[in-house]
């Protein structure tokens, strides 16, 4: 088990330096610190201002070299001008030359600046990622028991109408991306115009002019119902069917083995049979699909926060893309990439501690 | 004469004349595969399952309405019309020219263009790129993964380990990093268009060649063929030098598709991966090894047929992913044009102002998730008849 675990921590490391690597190099594309210059230098800099800029605020040189000092791995670039100053990766606003470390990457906690909120980007990436976290915990709330509930509804008895009508939903669902099931949402609840918010309105059912709010920018300070269903069912509706289907198809798989007939025919209620020998079993596969789901919330969690202007994580990396902030954008990287890779190591584990059938030396 | 707002069940009456050509080709293509469905394979037993009918409707209709979208549009999708902004659905135009359509079927989005038109010609745009997308990245997947499953080893960990790299990247930030502006310049989506597009010629000519190998003036007439065909598109698709002119694309396109390749391939490489893993062990792989016959024969044409169904069904669900991912790129406004009348972009138009006017977003809302909904219950249904077998 130890071994198992090393090695895939080993696969892990290799894999999040290379991943890390390739967003380094596409982030550091000379038209991205082109562009990256005249945004913070001077927009009517020529060609050999920019250059110069450039080289002056340590973006030049191989990109594995620029690479490993953001990493933490090599050692800060310092330049001296002809004025006397001396200016580095290192070395802030106060801090004096002689006395500034030499190394500072994300290794050793510095994440660098990011130029589009003028903060440090580990405050921007802390701040963001605390707002999704609300966010994925009400999705994982909602999402996780209604599609347990609605694959072991469907898949305890394979065929039946229950089954046909509630894999339909998880179909539809699958074929509805956030960026979709928002819109039809927002165009549902929270419209003053259509949907069916006019219509309580006119019964006096509710108070306000919408049954739900279409933006949770107000949901920053204070979560309510009323700002955070709509974003919650967004995300959670295209989970929901993936993982019912999973579950559906788990769950019919175990109801045909032969201990669930053995269990039936010794006269066990269908309820205990399902409950008792069935579940345990059918929900191995579904904890790895659940685990896996991650990477695709983030997906969710981007166009959700784009959509309804929360300021969250997704709605960072958006900004942090659209406006060429590179180093914010390489530090929203490393959360991706470290969330995703933390969980399919956790889905691995946790597949191996549920499945006793499988042993690893 | 002034014209009055169409009511609701006068604008679908119009919209039903507007797609009569699609109606007449759908009777006639169910109609034919009803009558000879005994005939007709896999895809006759389709018409047994209503969910299988049903799905293949949805997807034909849409790829009708992109066969015949010249037909179908009511004004041009790009032009605008008018200076009111998003007039609600059936409303009357203004000074009517000659010869041109009197109403906004659908209404028209912030810049007066008609909504119905818009989402008919997204239609064909979405159609012309998400199969052609995924049935490269199956190229890509089937030609990497048929080896990595069939030999195993070390070839196997470092394709998988690839596979792994791509598959933990968050597919958005991929996009962001790929699929900009400035990245043109710097010449990396044609290193990957010259990477992935290879991989159709190497699978066609490796095919071929494995089968007629013992046949030469035959083998040298199809793999010649193949590579005469292949690297002529080549050319222009990749590096846009073809000779003659005919194979192009725009780069704005190629980036787009490029991109929806890359992330597809390493899905399609690990299902073929599993599937070959669990068909080598067949009898019929066993024969053929005894046989003396080479490992791209057995690969090709002893394993690859018979893992049709799954990839069949796939291919299906992949083709829906794919208009997914495109619309997630058209919402994020990347990679295509601003006029473009694709459904992502046109939905990112219309929800900035979605609490007051509806129509602009929903309508290509609808009309994606019909076809992705049509796409999933066709692999759906063909998930059930080919387990029938």
Redesign the interface.
């Known amino acids: 088990m130890l071994n198992f675990v090393a090695r895939r921590l080993g696969?892990m490391a290799?894999?999040a330096l290379?991943?890390t690597f390739?967003?380094f190099y596409?982030?550091n594309?000379?038209?991205?610190l082109e562009?990256l210059a005249r945004t913070e230098g001077s927009v009517r800099m020529n060609d050999n201002a920019v250059a110069s800029w450039i080289e002056n605020n340590g973006h030049a040189g191989p990109v594995i070299g620029r690479y490993a000092q953001w990493l933490g791995v090599a050692p800060g670039w310092v330049i001296t001008d002809d004025k006397g100053v001396t200016r580095g990766r290192c070395i802030d606003g106060g801090v004096k030359p002689e006395v500034a470390p030499t190394y500072c990457g994300i290794l050793q906690g510095d994440w660098g600046f990011s130029t589009v909120f003028k903060h440090p980007v580990i405050q921007e990436v802390g701040k963001a990622l605390g707002a999704t976290g609300w966010l994925m915990l009400a999705v994982m709330l909602v999402m996780v028991p209604t599609s347990l509930l609605i694959g072991i509804l469907s898949g305890m008895r394979e065929g039946s109408r229950t089954d046909r009508v509630l894999?339909?939903f998880a179909?539809?669902t699958?074929?509805?991306?956030e960026?979709?099931s928002?819109?039809?949402l927002?165009?549902l609840f929270?419209?003053?115009?259509?949907g069916i918010s006019p219509l309580l309105n006119e019964w006096g059912w509710i108070e306000g002019k919408t049954l739900f709010l279409?933006t949770a920018t107000s949901a920053m300070d204070d979560i309510t119902f009323w700002n955070f269903a709509l974003p919650v069912m967004t995300i959670a509706l295209y989970g929901i069917g993936y993982i019912a289907r999973m579950t559906r198809a788990s769950m019919t798989e175990v109801m045909t083995q032969q201990y669930i007939r053995t269990a039936r025919l010794k006269g066990v209620k269908f309820r205990d049979v399902v409950i008792r020998h069935a579940l345990r079993n059918a929900l191995i596969a579904p904890f790895t699909v659940i685990m896996l789901q991650f990477?695709w919330l983030?997906?969710g969690v981007?166009?959700v926060e784009?959509?309804f202007n929360y300021k969250g994580f997704?709605w960072t990396?958006?900004q942090a893309?659209g406006n060429n902030d590179i180093e914010l954008?390489l530090g929203?990287?490393v959360v991706?990439?470290f969330v995703?890779?933390i969980t399919?190591l956790i889905s691995d584990i946790g597949y191996v501690f549920l499945n006793p059938r499988i042993r690893l030396a | 004469m002034e014209n009055e707002i169409l009511s609701w069940g006068q604008i679908i009456a119009r919209i039903a004349q507007q797609f009569l050509p699609v109606w007449v080709a759908l009777i006639a293509t169910f109609a034919l595969s009803i009558t000879y469905k005994r005939k007709l394979g896999l895809f006759g037993k389709l018409f047994d399952s209503p969910v299988g009918m049903v799905g293949f409707l949805l997807v034909m209709f849409w790829v009708y309405t992109a066969i015949f979208a010249d037909m179908i549009i009511t004004m041009d999708p790009i032009a605008q019309f008018g200076r009111v902004k998003n007039p609600p659905p059936g409303t009357p135009l203004k000074d009517v020219a000659e010869g041109q359509y009197p109403y906004f079927l659908l209404g028209a989005d912030h810049l007066a263009r008609d909504v119905f038109s818009r989402v008919v010609m997204g239609a064909r745009r979405v159609l012309m790129i998400a199969p052609a997308a995924t049935a490269f990245a199956f190229m890509v997947g089937v030609t990497l993964g048929l080896p990595a499953g069939y030999f195993g080893g070390k070839l196997d960990t470092f394709l998988s380990f690839l596979a792994n790299l791509v598959l933990a990247f968050p597919v958005i930030l991929l996009f962001y990093l790929l699929v900009t502006p400035e990245i043109r310049n710097t010449g990396i989506p044609v290193v990957l268009a010259a990477v992935l597009f290879i991989f159709p010629i190497i699978f066609f000519a490796t095919l071929f060649n494995s089968r007629f190998f013992t046949n030469p003036p035959k083998r040298n007439l199809y793999v010649g063929l193949t590579l005469l065909i292949g690297l002529w598109a080549y050319s222009g698709l990749a590096f846009n030098v073809d000779p003659l002119g005919i194979w192009s694309m725009d780069p704005n396109l190629l980036n787009v598709f490029v991109s929806v390749v890359f992330v597809n391939s390493p899905t399609v490489f690990r299902i073929v991966r599993g599937i070959v893993m669990d068909l080598k062990a067949r009898d019929y792989v066993a024969a053929g090894q005894t046989r003396g016959e080479g490992a791209w024969y057995i690969m090709l044409w002893e394993i690859l047929p018979n893992a049709r169904g799954p990839l069949i069904v796939d291919f299906c669900l992949r083709i829906g992913y794919t208009t997914i991912l495109l619309g997630t790129l058209g919402f994020f406004g990347l990679g295509v044009s601003p006029e473009s009348p694709d459904w992502g972009s046109t939905i990112d138009d219309g929800r900035k102002l979605l609490s007051l006017y509806l129509h602009p977003a929903v309508t290509p809302a609808l009309a994606l998730m019909s076809l992705v909904l049509g796409l999933n219950l066709l692999a759906d249904g063909l998930r059930e008849e080919s387990l029938k077998d």
């Open positions: 696969v290799l894999t290379a991943l390739v967003v596409l982030t594309l000379p038209p991205n562009k894999s339909i179909i539809a699958t074929a509805t991306p960026y979709v928002g819109v039809i927002v165009a929270a419209s003053a115009t259509a279409g990477p983030l997906n981007v166009i784009t959509l997704g990396l958006v893309a954008l929203c990287s991706a990439v995703v890779l399919q």
